[in-house]
């Protein structure tokens, strides 16, 4: 074996060994960045649906009963008011109408004359435009029922619904049923209570 051989071959191992060694650093640098990427991705926590659910379940809210009483009793005194005021104004309206419809039976039975100012103020009374005529009547109802609502638009079921029990107790009242001008002024303010939702865009039935 010759000397050159053996020279040659130390060099061409000490020539791998090193490309070996400068090598080395490379693929450790490569394990870092791979290292460094998964402990990066480590820290993103995604919660479990049984995390989501038992956090959403901790949030829990405590019923102030002495709040819901004096709600609950609010909306009752406002219902009551307004079935008080239909009653006690469409039994008038029903007391003036018939008031000057006698009026009209005396006057064409020929037993007695009315001055022209008692016959042109019972003509006034129950005229459509009068103060108990169909349209001041179902105006003034709806503008109490409004009032009672404090300008929430929900609860213009609630007074219909009102306005409905104050003109039946009006016919117990009365003692049947009330005169035609009261029911014309009954289908005003339905209609009234229909635009009211309308205008705040809520659905009226049919």
Do not use: C, H
């Not at 009752?76 to 008080?84: F, V, Y």
Request: no cysteine.
């Amino acid at each position: 074996m010759s000397v050159n051989g053996v020279t040659g071959s130390g060099n061409t191992y000490s020539t791998y060994a090193a490309s070996a060694k400068t090598a080395e650093p490379k693929t450790e640098v490569k394990n870092e960045t791979t290292s460094t990427a998964a402990e990066t991705t480590g820290v993103v926590y995604e919660p479990s649906e049984e995390a989501k659910t038992a956090t959403t379940a901790k949030k829990t809210y405590k019923t102030d009963a002495n709040l819901v009483a004096k709600l609950k009793a609010d909306a009752e005194a406002r219902t009551a008011q307004l079935q008080s005021l239909v009653e006690k104004m469409l039994t008038k309206q029903g007391q003036t109408y018939n008031t000057a419809n006698d009026i009209w039976s005396i006057l064409s039975s020929g037993d007695f004359t009315v001055d022209a100012a008692t016959k042109a103020q019972a003509q006034a009374d129950i005229a459509d435009d009068g103060y108990w005529g169909v349209s001041q009547t179902s105006q003034r109802i709806l503008d109490f029922a409004t009032a009672l609502t404090g300008g929430d638009p929900d609860k213009i079921e609630e007074m219909r619904a009102a306005f409905k029990k104050g003109y039946e107790q009006a016919e117990k009242t009365w003692g049947g049923n009330l005169p035609d001008i009261s029911k014309r002024t009954y289908d005003a303010v339905l209609q009234g209570f229909d635009d009211l939702a309308k205008e705040a865009g809520l659905d009226v039935e049919d």
